[in-house]
């Protein structure tokens, strides 16, 4: 679990994967520096997430303590405006499933994680994804994922008990602009002058309301994330009822970029093979 504090702000931020933490860091990084995020030098290929090897995330993209459970105490005496973002289970774990699994992002493969395989889509359908991430939540895989990787360990298990702080605020991944509002808020009765504006992140080609997943599916989510779901209907007001389906763009079009993301991805690791030697 990784929690950025601001000192000079007293605002402490507590990241979960696949919650646009991304997009959080580089805001307080504008925050507290008054810059854009550059990128690093001299760390090899861009990669497109965080990996240890290659430390995208290194911990100088803003001031970052690595907190157990026990520095609660020491958050909320030092840190007044305390927040970490959320989703709901079912939606983060077809995030990560759709980037890391069907988009086969090197992720897993740098880490280690791919050591239980689990089978790649061959032929691209809204159907036959839908099929396959069924099949991905019935899988050992994925409760091998659940163990060893952060996109895929409960959020619940992430935040420790630190849900159990009064001071922590939660906010859903769809309330993030009700959190900068709020946060810019305190920065302004504490005359601090500067706002803080969250990067607004690309939409994805394909999301969990693009595809008709059967109730036995979101059952089993449920059931897997259940500390989540218990979590997030706490203290959250997040929309999980089913409903229809958005848009679905042209299957031909969704194909053939999912294809095309997946090949630039296998270039984006033999990069990394060539250059870890």
């Not at 907190?67 to 927040?83: G, K, V």
């Not at 396959?132 to 008990?161: A, C, W």
């Not at 993030?176 to 939409?203: D, G, H, Y």
Request: some cysteine; charged content about 25%; hydrophobic content about 35%.
């Amino acid at each position: 679990m990784i929690t950025v504090g601001l000192d000079d702000f007293r605002i402490a931020y507590s990241a979960i994967p696949r919650c646009a933490n991304t997009s959080i860091k580089l805001a307080l990084f504008k925050l507290s520096t008054g810059r854009e995020f550059q990128g690093y030098i001299g760390d090899g290929p861009l990669w497109p997430h965080s990996t240890s090897k290659l430390e995208i995330h290194r911990n100088d993209i803003a001031e970052f303590t690595y907190l157990t459970e026990n520095d609660r105490d020491l958050i909320e005496s030092n840190y007044d405006f305390w927040f970490t973002i959320v989703d709901t289970p079912l939606r983060r774990l077809f995030s990560s499933y759709y980037m890391f699994v069907l988009l086969e992002d090197p992720h897993l493969t740098v880490m280690g994680r791919d050591t239980k395989t689990f089978p790649k889509l061959e032929e691209i359908s809204y159907s036959s994804i839908t099929a396959h991430f069924e099949d991905f939540t019935k899988s050992e895989y994925l409760r091998y994922l659940m163990e060893v990787d952060v996109h895929f360990i409960p959020q619940s298990n992430l935040l420790g008990n630190l849900p159990s702080s009064s001071k922590l605020r939660f906010y859903g991944l769809h309330d993030v602009a009700k959190m900068e509002i709020e946060l810019n808020t305190f920065l302004l009765k504490n005359r601090i002058q500067r706002v803080i504006e969250v990067p607004k992140s690309n939409t994805s080609l394909l999301s969990v309301d693009n595809i008709d997943i059967s109730w036995d599916c979101h059952a089993m989510v449920e059931s897997l994330y259940k500390e989540d779901s218990k979590m997030s209907k706490a203290r959250l007001t997040i929309r999980q009822n089913r409903k229809q389906m958005m848009y679905q763009k042209d299957e031909r079009l969704m194909s053939a970029a999912v294809n095309e993301i997946r090949e630039r991805n296998r270039r984006i690791y033999a990069i990394y093979e060539r250059h870890k030697q």
